[in-house]
């Protein structure tokens, strides 16, 4: 089947350090890839997105990499704020169907000053 | 850029009592509508799929008696919760598809139901 893990939170960290959340997948065919962002108490945002493999997603400082050799779309960025706090789902559409999305636990980041 | 708005964002009712949470579309046409729950913590569990005019499609697990779903036209789609309980309590969200965009998931803000 089709579904997605990450590394489980929370993640926390002081502002300014180095954020990496794994995310791996497993898909038949080839997906989609996402990374959303929830803050409390609101709905999710797209974060960035990647299509095909070697695509990189990148916003808002945030980067990933569709890796398809191993199956991973980590999320990076160089230097966390405090306002970047907050849960960060991986997540993996297929291109037929449908096109729902499979969501990952979601890994909850906590930045402190 | 694309916008869903969803309504109510908190909703508090006794049990025993139905419940409508509704879904618009502000720019674009919402082909399929995504309905999903999640749990404190926890991820994002797909309920139902909807297209616009056609029943909705359940996941495994889902009651379809309790959870109606009606997507009438292109910028609406409602989910009623039936005679909720509080095991209904949760965080409901929808997620609206535009297929002339590419891979245009646009999310609601989320409900917020407490069942009491």
């Known amino acids: 089947g089709n579904s997605v893990t990450q590394m489980e939170g929370p993640v926390t960290l002081s502002e300014e350090a180095f954020l990496t959340i794994n995310c791996t997948y497993t898909a038949t065919g080839y997906p989609s890839l996402f990374w959303y962002v929830q803050y409390p108490g609101e709905g999710l945002q797209l974060l960035l997105k990647?299509?095909?493999?070697?695509d990189k997603g990148s916003n808002k400082g945030f980067e990933a990499t569709y890796r398809k050799e191993t199956t991973s779309f980590h999320l990076e960025k160089g230097s966390v704020q405090v306002s970047d706090s907050a849960v960060y789902f991986c997540a993996l559409s297929l291109n037929t169907g449908f096109q729902k999305l499979v969501f990952g636990t979601g890994t909850r980041l906590l930045v402190s000053p | 850029g694309a916008v869903v708005s969803q309504h109510p964002s908190r909703v508090i009712c006794k049990s025993g009592t139905s419940v409508k949470i509704e879904c618009r579309s502000l720019?674009?046409?919402?082909?399929?509508m995504f309905w999903y729950r999640q749990f404190p913590k926890q991820s994002l569990m797909l309920m139902a799929t909807?297209?616009?005019?056609?029943?909705?499609?359940?996941e495994q697990g889902v009651e379809k008696d309790k959870f109606l779903i009606n997507h009438a036209s292109l910028t609406l789609s409602t989910l009623t919760v039936a005679s909720a309980h509080p095991e209904d309590s949760s965080f409901y969200i929808c997620?609206?598809?535009?297929?002339?965009?590419?891979?245009?998931?646009?999310f609601g803000s989320g409900t917020r139901l407490t069942v009491v």
């Open positions: 720019d674009f046409q919402a082909t399929t």
């Open positions: 909807s297209n616009e005019g056609s029943k909705a499609t359940y």
């Open positions: 997620s609206a598809l535009d297929r002339a965009r590419d891979y245009g998931y646009t």
């Open positions: 990647a299509t095909k493999a070697d």
